[in-house]
Protein backbone atom coordinates (compact mmCIF):
# COMPACT_ATOMS: atom_id res chain seq x y z
CA UNK A 1 0.00 0.00 0.00
CA UNK A 2 0.98 3.16 -0.44
CA UNK A 3 3.86 3.85 1.69
CA UNK A 4 4.20 7.42 1.30
CA UNK A 5 1.74 10.70 1.61
CA UNK A 6 -0.60 9.14 4.27
CA UNK A 7 -0.85 10.48 7.75
CA UNK A 8 -1.93 8.52 10.98
CA UNK A 9 -2.93 10.91 13.49
CA UNK A 10 -4.79 10.38 16.93
CA UNK A 11 -6.29 11.97 20.10
CA UNK A 12 -6.42 9.96 23.30
CA UNK A 13 -9.46 8.46 23.86
CA UNK A 14 -11.45 9.63 26.45
CA UNK A 15 -12.78 8.47 29.50
CA UNK A 16 -16.42 9.44 30.04
CA UNK A 17 -17.03 8.96 33.70
CA UNK A 18 -15.75 12.89 32.89
CA UNK A 19 -18.00 15.71 30.90
CA UNK A 20 -15.36 17.25 27.94
CA UNK A 21 -13.50 20.43 29.05
CA UNK A 22 -10.57 22.39 27.65
CA UNK A 23 -7.96 20.03 27.93
CA UNK A 24 -10.46 17.57 25.70
CA UNK A 25 -10.46 20.25 23.47
CA UNK A 26 -7.13 21.42 23.58
CA UNK A 27 -5.46 17.58 22.67
CA UNK A 28 -8.35 17.35 19.42
CA UNK A 29 -7.52 20.32 18.52
CA UNK A 30 -4.29 20.15 17.94
CA UNK A 31 -4.81 16.90 15.90
CA UNK A 32 -7.14 18.58 13.88
CA UNK A 33 -4.74 21.45 12.56
CA UNK A 34 -2.39 18.58 11.77
CA UNK A 35 -4.82 16.62 9.64
CA UNK A 36 -6.36 19.10 8.27
CA UNK A 37 -2.86 20.64 7.33
CA UNK A 38 -1.83 17.16 6.03
CA UNK A 39 -4.91 16.64 3.97
CA UNK A 40 -4.00 20.28 1.93
CA UNK A 41 -0.86 19.04 1.70
CA UNK A 42 -1.74 16.26 -0.54
CA UNK A 43 -1.82 13.13 2.18
CA UNK A 44 -4.41 10.57 2.84
CA UNK A 45 -5.44 11.44 6.24
CA UNK A 46 -7.17 9.22 8.78
CA UNK A 47 -7.57 11.28 11.89
CA UNK A 48 -9.13 9.41 15.01
CA UNK A 49 -10.71 10.17 18.32
CA UNK A 50 -13.21 8.63 20.77
CA UNK A 51 -13.97 7.34 24.25
CA UNK A 52 -12.32 5.11 26.73
CA UNK A 53 -15.37 3.07 27.96
CA UNK A 54 -14.19 -0.04 30.32
CA UNK A 55 -12.44 0.24 33.93
CA UNK A 56 -12.98 0.74 37.55
CA UNK A 57 -13.40 4.47 37.08
CA UNK A 58 -16.13 4.24 34.57
CA UNK A 59 -18.11 1.36 36.43
CA UNK A 60 -18.37 3.09 40.06
CA UNK A 61 -19.45 6.32 37.90
CA UNK A 62 -21.92 4.31 36.45
CA UNK A 63 -23.00 2.95 39.89
CA UNK A 64 -23.02 6.11 41.06
CA UNK A 65 -25.37 7.49 38.54
CA UNK A 66 -27.65 4.26 39.06
CA UNK A 67 -27.20 2.62 35.56
CA UNK A 68 -26.12 -0.47 34.06
CA UNK A 69 -22.18 0.63 32.76
CA UNK A 70 -23.56 -0.23 28.96
CA UNK A 71 -26.43 2.26 29.66
CA UNK A 72 -24.10 4.77 30.97
CA UNK A 73 -21.64 4.70 28.82
CA UNK A 74 -23.96 4.56 25.75
CA UNK A 75 -25.10 7.77 27.04
CA UNK A 76 -22.12 9.79 28.05
CA UNK A 77 -20.14 9.06 25.62
CA UNK A 78 -22.62 10.94 23.06
CA UNK A 79 -21.33 14.04 24.75
CA UNK A 80 -17.74 13.85 23.66
CA UNK A 81 -19.56 13.20 19.93
CA UNK A 82 -21.82 16.08 20.23
CA UNK A 83 -18.31 18.08 21.07
CA UNK A 84 -16.08 17.15 18.46
CA UNK A 85 -19.53 17.59 16.10
CA UNK A 86 -19.57 21.31 17.85
CA UNK A 87 -16.03 22.02 17.84
CA UNK A 88 -15.96 21.35 13.98
CA UNK A 89 -13.80 19.05 14.19
CA UNK A 90 -12.67 17.06 11.11
CA UNK A 91 -12.22 13.28 12.81
CA UNK A 92 -12.50 9.78 10.28
CA UNK A 93 -13.39 7.63 12.17
CA UNK A 94 -14.98 8.13 16.49
CA UNK A 95 -13.77 5.08 18.42
CA UNK A 96 -15.55 3.50 21.41
CA UNK A 97 -13.84 0.72 23.19
CA UNK A 98 -17.24 -0.96 23.67
CA UNK A 99 -17.36 -1.74 20.39
CA UNK A 100 -17.30 -5.28 18.78
CA UNK A 101 -14.56 -4.29 16.69
CA UNK A 102 -12.30 -3.79 19.54
CA UNK A 103 -13.23 -6.58 21.59
CA UNK A 104 -11.77 -8.40 19.12
CA UNK A 105 -8.61 -6.43 18.66
CA UNK A 106 -7.99 -6.45 21.72
CA UNK A 107 -8.40 -10.41 22.50
CA UNK A 108 -5.95 -10.80 19.08
CA UNK A 109 -3.05 -8.38 20.87
CA UNK A 110 -3.57 -11.11 23.87
CA UNK A 111 -3.67 -13.75 22.29
CA UNK A 112 -0.23 -12.73 20.49
CA UNK A 113 1.10 -11.88 23.77
CA UNK A 114 0.50 -15.27 25.31
CA UNK A 115 1.64 -17.00 22.56
CA UNK A 116 4.98 -15.42 22.78
CA UNK A 117 5.07 -15.77 26.43
CA UNK A 118 5.19 -12.35 27.39
CA UNK A 119 2.48 -12.83 29.57
CA UNK A 120 2.58 -14.91 32.80
CA UNK A 121 -0.06 -15.71 35.73
CA UNK A 122 0.57 -14.91 39.04
CA UNK A 123 -0.85 -12.24 41.43
CA UNK A 124 -0.47 -8.22 42.43
CA UNK A 125 -0.38 -6.79 46.14
CA UNK A 126 0.38 -3.59 45.53
CA UNK A 127 -1.35 0.10 45.57
CA UNK A 128 -3.93 1.40 42.96
CA UNK A 129 -4.93 4.77 41.70
CA UNK A 130 -8.86 4.40 40.23
CA UNK A 131 -8.80 7.95 39.43
CA UNK A 132 -5.40 7.79 37.31
CA UNK A 133 -6.25 3.70 36.31
CA UNK A 134 -2.57 3.03 37.51
CA UNK A 135 -0.39 0.62 39.82
CA UNK A 136 1.75 2.50 41.89
CA UNK A 137 5.14 1.48 43.68
CA UNK A 138 5.03 2.62 47.73
CA UNK A 139 7.98 4.65 46.80
CA UNK A 140 5.90 6.44 44.36
CA UNK A 141 3.61 7.49 46.95
CA UNK A 142 3.15 10.68 49.15
CA UNK A 143 0.77 11.47 52.21
CA UNK A 144 -2.01 14.58 51.15
CA UNK A 145 -3.21 17.48 53.36
CA UNK A 146 -6.27 14.66 54.72
CA UNK A 147 -4.00 12.52 55.61
CA UNK A 148 -4.32 9.57 52.48
CA UNK A 149 -2.26 8.09 50.34
CA UNK A 150 -1.73 9.53 46.78
CA UNK A 151 0.28 9.04 43.51
CA UNK A 152 2.32 11.13 41.91
CA UNK A 153 -0.75 13.03 39.90
CA UNK A 154 -2.47 13.61 44.10
CA UNK A 155 -4.86 10.38 42.97
CA UNK A 156 -5.60 8.50 45.92
CA UNK A 157 -4.39 5.05 46.68
CA UNK A 158 -6.26 1.97 47.30
CA UNK A 159 -4.78 -1.47 48.48
CA UNK A 160 -5.12 -4.34 45.40
CA UNK A 161 -4.55 -8.13 46.40
CA UNK A 162 -5.44 -10.41 43.67
CA UNK A 163 -4.58 -13.20 40.76
CA UNK A 164 -3.69 -11.12 37.66
CA UNK A 165 -1.49 -11.80 34.32
CA UNK A 166 1.95 -9.52 34.45
CA UNK A 167 2.97 -8.24 30.84
CA UNK A 168 7.00 -8.77 31.06
CA UNK A 169 8.09 -5.10 30.95
CA UNK A 170 11.20 -6.11 32.32
CA UNK A 171 12.67 -7.97 29.04
CA UNK A 172 11.95 -4.37 26.97
CA UNK A 173 14.53 -1.67 28.30
CA UNK A 174 17.24 -2.49 26.33
CA UNK A 175 14.67 -2.75 23.05
CA UNK A 176 13.00 0.64 23.87
CA UNK A 177 16.21 2.25 24.25
CA UNK A 178 17.32 1.18 21.11
CA UNK A 179 14.41 2.07 19.17
CA UNK A 180 14.84 5.55 20.76
CA UNK A 181 18.41 6.03 19.64
CA UNK A 182 17.68 4.89 16.10
CA UNK A 183 14.10 7.29 16.19
CA UNK A 184 15.03 10.16 18.15
CA UNK A 185 12.14 12.23 17.60
CA UNK A 186 10.13 9.48 17.96
CA UNK A 187 9.26 11.73 21.61
CA UNK A 188 8.84 14.98 21.69
CA UNK A 189 9.31 17.26 23.35
CA UNK A 190 13.09 16.71 23.64
CA UNK A 191 12.44 17.17 27.84
CA UNK A 192 9.98 14.24 27.12
CA UNK A 193 12.07 11.90 25.42
CA UNK A 194 14.93 12.69 28.40
CA UNK A 195 11.89 12.02 30.83
CA UNK A 196 11.23 8.14 29.12
CA UNK A 197 14.91 7.61 29.08
CA UNK A 198 15.98 8.39 32.49
CA UNK A 199 12.22 6.01 33.45
CA UNK A 200 13.68 3.21 31.46
CA UNK A 201 17.56 3.60 33.13
CA UNK A 202 15.92 3.40 36.55
CA UNK A 203 15.21 0.03 35.73
CA UNK A 204 11.62 -1.96 34.56
CA UNK A 205 9.45 -4.23 36.67
CA UNK A 206 6.75 -6.47 35.43
CA UNK A 207 3.70 -5.29 34.81
CA UNK A 208 -0.36 -6.09 35.86
CA UNK A 209 -2.52 -6.41 32.90
CA UNK A 210 -6.01 -8.34 34.24
CA UNK A 211 -7.73 -7.58 37.14
CA UNK A 212 -10.79 -10.28 38.54
CA UNK A 213 -11.61 -8.18 41.29
CA UNK A 214 -14.66 -6.42 38.85
CA UNK A 215 -16.11 -7.21 35.33
CA UNK A 216 -15.97 -4.32 33.02
CA UNK A 217 -13.70 -4.81 30.61
CA UNK A 218 -12.39 -6.83 28.17
CA UNK A 219 -12.67 -10.48 28.89
CA UNK A 220 -9.09 -12.14 28.30
CA UNK A 221 -9.67 -15.11 26.31
CA UNK A 222 -7.49 -17.72 28.11
CA UNK A 223 -8.99 -17.32 31.51
CA UNK A 224 -12.66 -16.19 31.76
CA UNK A 225 -11.68 -14.85 35.81
CA UNK A 226 -9.88 -12.12 34.00
CA UNK A 227 -10.86 -8.97 32.48
CA UNK A 228 -8.39 -7.01 30.66
CA UNK A 229 -6.67 -4.25 32.31
CA UNK A 230 -7.69 -0.63 31.00
CA UNK A 231 -4.88 0.72 29.99
CA UNK A 232 -3.42 -1.93 27.78
CA UNK A 233 -7.36 -2.01 26.20
CA UNK A 234 -6.93 1.39 26.05
CA UNK A 235 -4.18 1.52 24.04
CA UNK A 236 -5.23 -0.83 21.65
CA UNK A 237 -8.27 1.37 20.04
CA UNK A 238 -4.93 3.19 17.76
CA UNK A 239 -4.51 -0.39 15.66
CA UNK A 240 -8.78 -1.52 15.84
CA UNK A 241 -9.39 1.63 14.11
CA UNK A 242 -7.17 0.32 11.35
CA UNK A 243 -8.91 -2.83 11.00
CA UNK A 244 -6.51 -4.91 12.72
CA UNK A 245 -6.68 -7.98 13.64
CA UNK A 246 -7.50 -7.96 9.56
CA UNK A 247 -3.51 -7.68 8.66
CA UNK A 248 -4.55 -7.47 5.01
CA UNK A 249 -6.95 -4.73 5.52
CA UNK A 250 -5.93 -1.89 3.26
CA UNK A 251 -6.64 0.29 6.29
CA UNK A 252 -3.88 -1.57 8.68
CA UNK A 253 -1.51 -1.67 5.47
CA UNK A 254 -1.45 1.66 4.85
CA UNK A 255 -1.87 3.60 8.24
CA UNK A 256 -0.11 0.83 10.79
CA UNK A 257 1.92 2.56 12.18
CA UNK A 258 0.22 5.21 13.17
CA UNK A 259 2.38 8.39 12.80
CA UNK A 260 1.29 10.60 15.82
CA UNK A 261 -0.12 9.97 18.89
CA UNK A 262 -0.60 13.01 20.46
CA UNK A 263 -1.37 13.15 24.41
CA UNK A 264 -1.19 15.23 27.31
CA UNK A 265 2.31 14.73 29.60
CA UNK A 266 0.39 13.18 32.28
CA UNK A 267 -0.14 9.88 30.48
CA UNK A 268 3.64 9.94 28.33
CA UNK A 269 4.48 6.66 30.28
CA UNK A 270 1.45 4.46 29.00
CA UNK A 271 2.21 5.48 25.41
CA UNK A 272 6.00 6.30 25.04
CA UNK A 273 6.94 3.51 27.15
CA UNK A 274 4.08 0.57 27.74
CA UNK A 275 2.24 0.91 24.29
CA UNK A 276 5.90 0.04 21.99
CA UNK A 277 7.07 -2.48 24.51
CA UNK A 278 3.39 -4.04 23.83
CA UNK A 279 3.31 -3.77 20.34
CA UNK A 280 7.39 -4.76 19.69
CA UNK A 281 6.19 -7.66 22.22
CA UNK A 282 2.98 -8.95 20.15
CA UNK A 283 5.32 -8.37 17.12
CA UNK A 284 3.98 -4.97 15.69
CA UNK A 285 5.42 -2.00 14.65
CA UNK A 286 5.42 0.86 17.40
CA UNK A 287 3.89 4.19 16.53
CA UNK A 288 6.25 6.77 14.71
CA UNK A 289 5.75 9.11 17.53
CA UNK A 290 4.13 10.13 20.83
CA UNK A 291 3.82 13.77 21.45
CA UNK A 292 3.23 15.22 25.02
CA UNK A 293 1.70 18.14 25.32
CA UNK A 294 1.37 20.76 28.65
CA UNK A 295 -1.65 21.39 30.77
CA UNK A 296 -3.50 24.48 30.84
CA UNK A 297 -4.41 26.39 34.36
CA UNK A 298 -7.72 28.87 34.14
CA UNK A 299 -6.59 32.26 35.88
CA UNK A 300 -3.81 31.37 37.00
CA UNK A 301 -4.82 28.15 39.04
CA UNK A 302 -4.91 24.49 38.09
CA UNK A 303 -7.82 23.48 36.88
CA UNK A 304 -10.28 20.87 38.62
CA UNK A 305 -14.20 20.33 39.57
CA UNK A 306 -13.62 20.50 43.16
CA UNK A 307 -12.56 24.28 42.70
CA UNK A 308 -15.43 24.39 40.19
CA UNK A 309 -13.39 26.21 37.30
CA UNK A 310 -13.30 24.02 35.03
CA UNK A 311 -13.53 25.83 31.61
CA UNK A 312 -16.22 24.43 29.23
CA UNK A 313 -14.92 24.83 25.71
CA UNK A 314 -18.83 25.24 24.35
CA UNK A 315 -19.12 28.08 26.34
CA UNK A 316 -15.81 29.72 25.19
CA UNK A 317 -16.86 29.12 22.06
CA UNK A 318 -20.37 30.80 22.37
CA UNK A 319 -18.19 33.79 23.54
CA UNK A 320 -15.53 34.76 22.01
CA UNK A 321 -15.90 32.75 18.53
CA UNK A 322 -14.47 29.13 17.49
CA UNK A 323 -11.57 30.30 14.78
CA UNK A 324 -10.95 32.33 17.72
CA UNK A 325 -10.79 30.07 20.41
CA UNK A 326 -8.86 27.93 18.24
CA UNK A 327 -6.25 30.70 17.37
CA UNK A 328 -5.57 31.53 20.77
CA UNK A 329 -5.14 27.65 22.14
CA UNK A 330 -2.60 27.27 19.79
CA UNK A 331 -1.17 30.81 19.52
CA UNK A 332 -0.65 31.60 23.52
CA UNK A 333 1.28 28.76 24.46
CA UNK A 334 4.49 27.20 22.93
CA UNK A 335 3.05 23.79 22.49
CA UNK A 336 4.47 21.31 25.15
CA UNK A 337 4.68 23.75 28.03
CA UNK A 338 2.17 24.71 30.19
CA UNK A 339 -0.04 27.70 29.80
CA UNK A 340 -2.83 29.50 31.34
CA UNK A 341 -6.28 30.49 29.94
CA UNK A 342 -7.14 34.23 30.74
CA UNK A 343 -10.27 36.28 29.33
CA UNK A 344 -7.86 39.24 28.87
CA UNK A 345 -5.11 37.07 26.96
CA UNK A 346 -7.95 35.78 24.94
CA UNK A 347 -9.75 39.64 24.29
CA UNK A 348 -6.56 40.51 23.79
CA UNK A 349 -5.21 38.26 21.02
CA UNK A 350 -8.33 38.04 19.29
CA UNK A 351 -8.49 41.89 18.62
CA UNK A 352 -4.59 42.90 18.35
CA UNK A 353 -4.08 40.12 16.43
CA UNK A 354 -7.05 38.31 14.32
CA UNK A 355 -9.36 41.89 13.90
CA UNK A 356 -6.36 44.33 13.82
CA UNK A 357 -3.49 42.37 11.99
CA UNK A 358 -5.22 40.19 9.83
CA UNK A 359 -8.99 41.40 9.56
CA UNK A 360 -7.85 45.11 8.59
CA UNK A 361 -5.38 44.23 6.61
CA UNK A 362 -7.92 41.99 4.38
CA UNK A 363 -10.76 44.58 4.88
CA UNK A 364 -8.78 47.63 3.98
CA UNK A 365 -7.08 45.84 1.14
CA UNK A 366 -10.26 44.59 -0.26
CA UNK A 367 -11.94 47.62 0.02
CA UNK A 368 -9.75 49.78 -1.87
CA UNK A 369 -9.76 47.02 -4.69
CA UNK A 370 -13.48 47.39 -4.59
CA UNK A 371 -13.49 50.99 -5.08
CA UNK A 372 -10.49 51.80 -6.89
CA UNK A 373 -10.22 48.60 -9.46
CA UNK A 374 -13.83 47.72 -10.45
CA UNK A 375 -14.49 45.21 -7.94
CA UNK A 376 -11.86 43.19 -9.72
CA UNK A 377 -8.25 41.88 -9.65
CA UNK A 378 -6.21 44.82 -11.10
CA UNK A 379 -4.37 44.65 -14.07
CA UNK A 380 -0.77 44.56 -13.58
CA UNK A 381 2.36 43.74 -15.37
CA UNK A 382 4.16 40.59 -13.92
CA UNK A 383 7.18 42.32 -15.07
CA UNK A 384 7.04 45.38 -13.25
CA UNK A 385 6.84 44.54 -9.36
CA UNK A 386 9.20 46.84 -7.47
CA UNK A 387 11.77 45.37 -4.91
CA UNK A 388 9.29 45.56 -1.87
CA UNK A 389 6.41 44.25 -4.21
CA UNK A 390 8.71 41.19 -4.94
CA UNK A 391 9.90 41.26 -1.43
CA UNK A 392 6.75 41.03 0.35
CA UNK A 393 5.56 38.69 -2.21
CA UNK A 394 8.48 36.59 -1.25
CA UNK A 395 7.90 36.70 1.81
CA UNK A 396 4.56 35.20 1.75
CA UNK A 397 5.32 32.31 -0.80
CA UNK A 398 8.04 31.01 1.56
CA UNK A 399 5.43 30.51 4.19
CA UNK A 400 4.58 27.16 3.14
CA UNK A 401 7.87 25.46 3.34
CA UNK A 402 8.46 27.13 6.99
CA UNK A 403 4.64 26.56 8.25
CA UNK A 404 5.32 22.97 6.72
CA UNK A 405 8.59 22.21 8.59
CA UNK A 406 6.84 23.49 11.98
CA UNK A 407 3.73 21.22 11.49
CA UNK A 408 6.07 18.27 11.35
CA UNK A 409 7.69 18.77 15.03
CA UNK A 410 4.19 20.18 16.19
CA UNK A 411 5.73 23.86 16.89
CA UNK A 412 1.87 24.91 15.92
CA UNK A 413 2.63 28.60 18.00
CA UNK A 414 5.88 28.95 15.89
CA UNK A 415 4.39 28.23 12.47
CA UNK A 416 1.96 30.99 13.76
CA UNK A 417 4.58 33.41 14.47
CA UNK A 418 5.82 32.78 10.58
CA UNK A 419 2.63 33.97 9.47
CA UNK A 420 2.35 36.78 11.85
CA UNK A 421 5.88 38.13 10.55
CA UNK A 422 4.25 38.14 6.99
CA UNK A 423 0.80 40.09 8.22
CA UNK A 424 2.71 42.81 9.72
CA UNK A 425 5.35 42.83 7.24
CA UNK A 426 1.94 43.62 4.90
CA UNK A 427 0.67 46.08 7.49
CA UNK A 428 4.32 47.96 7.23
CA UNK A 429 4.02 47.95 3.28
CA UNK A 430 0.14 48.84 2.87
CA UNK A 431 1.39 52.16 5.80
CA UNK A 432 4.83 52.72 3.31
CA UNK A 433 2.88 52.27 -0.08
CA UNK A 434 -0.27 54.41 0.66
CA UNK A 435 -2.35 52.89 -1.97
CA UNK A 436 -4.84 55.82 -1.58
CA UNK A 437 -2.37 58.52 -2.60
CA UNK A 438 -1.52 56.58 -5.82
CA UNK A 439 -5.09 56.17 -7.25
CA UNK A 440 -4.22 59.93 -8.01
CA UNK A 441 -0.68 60.17 -8.35
CA UNK A 442 -0.15 56.84 -10.17
CA UNK A 443 -2.92 54.58 -10.31
CA UNK A 444 -0.59 52.10 -12.59
CA UNK A 445 1.79 51.88 -9.55
CA UNK A 446 -1.48 51.33 -7.24
CA UNK A 447 -2.56 48.38 -9.20
CA UNK A 448 0.40 46.53 -8.44
CA UNK A 449 0.66 47.52 -4.50
CA UNK A 450 -3.07 45.98 -4.38
CA UNK A 451 -1.99 43.17 -6.52
CA UNK A 452 0.84 42.34 -4.42
CA UNK A 453 -1.01 42.41 -1.03
CA UNK A 454 -3.67 40.31 -2.70
CA UNK A 455 -1.83 37.76 -3.55
CA UNK A 456 -0.06 37.71 -0.51
CA UNK A 457 -3.27 38.21 1.23
CA UNK A 458 -4.96 34.11 -0.47
CA UNK A 459 -1.05 32.97 0.67
CA UNK A 460 -2.07 33.84 3.92
CA UNK A 461 -5.51 32.66 4.18
CA UNK A 462 -4.23 29.52 2.12
CA UNK A 463 -1.75 28.54 4.80
CA UNK A 464 -3.92 29.36 7.77
CA UNK A 465 -6.90 27.25 6.87
CA UNK A 466 -6.34 24.07 9.11
CA UNK A 467 -5.49 26.74 12.38
CA UNK A 468 -9.36 28.71 11.36
CA UNK A 469 -11.06 26.69 8.86
CA UNK A 470 -14.32 29.11 8.72
CA UNK A 471 -12.16 32.71 9.09
CA UNK A 472 -10.43 31.30 6.03
CA UNK A 473 -13.11 30.26 3.93
CA UNK A 474 -14.29 33.62 4.01
CA UNK A 475 -11.47 35.16 3.16
CA UNK A 476 -10.99 32.72 0.27
CA UNK A 477 -14.82 33.76 -0.86
CA UNK A 478 -13.78 37.04 -0.92
CA UNK A 479 -11.02 36.58 -3.26
CA UNK A 480 -13.21 34.36 -5.57
CA UNK A 481 -10.70 31.50 -4.87
CA UNK A 482 -13.02 27.93 -6.19
CA UNK A 483 -13.03 25.33 -3.64
CA UNK A 484 -11.67 23.04 -5.31
CA UNK A 485 -8.17 25.88 -5.74
CA UNK A 486 -7.76 25.55 -2.15
CA UNK A 487 -5.50 22.64 -1.80
CA UNK A 488 -1.41 23.62 -1.23
CA UNK A 489 -0.79 22.69 -4.60
CA UNK A 490 -1.96 25.85 -5.76
CA UNK A 491 0.06 27.75 -3.14
CA UNK A 492 2.36 28.80 -5.76
CA UNK A 493 2.86 31.14 -8.42
CA UNK A 494 1.98 29.70 -11.56
CA UNK A 495 -1.79 29.43 -9.50
CA UNK A 496 -1.62 33.39 -8.73
CA UNK A 497 -5.08 35.49 -8.78
CA UNK A 498 -5.90 35.98 -12.32
CA UNK A 499 -5.95 40.10 -13.58
CA UNK A 500 -9.63 41.03 -13.97
CA UNK A 501 -11.18 38.32 -11.98
CA UNK A 502 -14.46 39.56 -10.51
CA UNK A 503 -14.64 39.64 -6.83
CA UNK A 504 -17.34 39.58 -4.56
CA UNK A 505 -17.83 42.62 -2.27
CA UNK A 506 -15.64 42.14 0.45
CA UNK A 507 -16.75 42.01 4.73
CA UNK A 508 -15.10 42.19 7.87
CA UNK A 509 -13.88 38.68 8.67
CA UNK A 510 -13.01 39.23 12.52
CA UNK A 511 -15.68 41.34 14.76
CA UNK A 512 -14.19 43.26 17.63
CA UNK A 513 -14.60 41.20 21.26
CA UNK A 514 -16.76 43.55 23.04
CA UNK A 515 -14.77 45.23 26.35
CA UNK A 516 -17.53 43.81 28.32
CA UNK A 517 -15.99 40.47 27.43
CA UNK A 518 -12.57 42.48 27.67
CA UNK A 519 -13.57 42.92 31.47
CA UNK A 520 -13.79 39.33 32.18
CA UNK A 521 -16.10 37.32 33.88
CA UNK A 522 -17.17 33.78 34.49
CA UNK A 523 -17.25 31.45 31.41
N1 LIG B 1 -8.57 7.60 28.92
C1 LIG B 1 -7.26 8.11 29.08
C2 LIG B 1 -6.49 8.09 27.78
C3 LIG B 1 -6.39 6.76 27.11
S1 LIG B 1 -5.57 6.86 25.58
C4 LIG B 1 -5.32 5.31 25.11
C5 LIG B 1 -7.32 9.52 29.62
N2 LIG B 1 -8.43 10.19 29.43
S2 LIG B 1 -8.75 11.65 30.01
O1 LIG B 1 -10.08 11.93 29.54
O2 LIG B 1 -8.56 11.69 31.42
O3 LIG B 1 -7.71 12.67 29.45
C6 LIG B 1 -7.56 12.90 28.14
C7 LIG B 1 -6.60 14.01 27.78
O4 LIG B 1 -7.01 15.27 28.30
C8 LIG B 1 -5.19 13.78 28.25
O5 LIG B 1 -4.32 13.90 27.14
C9 LIG B 1 -4.95 14.89 29.23
O6 LIG B 1 -3.61 15.29 29.24
C10 LIG B 1 -5.86 15.97 28.70
N3 LIG B 1 -6.13 16.98 29.71
C11 LIG B 1 -6.91 16.85 30.82
N4 LIG B 1 -6.86 18.03 31.52
C12 LIG B 1 -6.04 18.91 30.87
C13 LIG B 1 -5.70 20.26 31.05
N5 LIG B 1 -6.08 20.98 32.10
N6 LIG B 1 -4.94 20.86 30.08
C14 LIG B 1 -4.57 20.18 28.92
N7 LIG B 1 -4.88 18.91 28.74
C15 LIG B 1 -5.45 18.19 29.77
O7 LIG B 1 -6.33 9.99 30.18
Redesign the pocket.
Known sequence: MAETKRYYVTT????VN?SP????A??TLACDVLARFKRLDGYNVHFLTGT?EHGQKVAKSAAAAGMTPQAFTDKVSQNFRDLADFMGYSHDDFIRTTEDRHTRACQDIWQRLLERDQVYLGSYAGWYAVRDEAFYAEDELTTNAEGKKVGPSGAEVEWVEEPSYFFRLSDWGDRLMAYWEENPDSVLPKSRMNEVKSFVKGGLEDISVSRTSFDWGVPIPNDDEHIMYVWLD??I?YVTATGYPDLQSDRYKTFWPADLHM?????LR?HAVFWPAFLMAADLEPPRRVYA????TNEGEK?SKSIGNVIDPIDLVNRYGLDQVRYFLLREVPFGNDGDFSHRAMVGRANSELANDLGNLAQRVLSMVAKNCDGQVPAVDMNAFSGDDQALMESAYSLLPQVREHMDVQTFHEALEAVWRVIRAANAYVDHQAPWKLRKEDPVRMNQVLYTLIESIRQIALVLQPYMPDSCARMLDQLAIPVDRRTFEFMDAAHALVCGTPLPRPEGVFPRLSDEAEDGGDV
Open positions: PIYYDHIGHYTDALNVGKDIFHGWWI
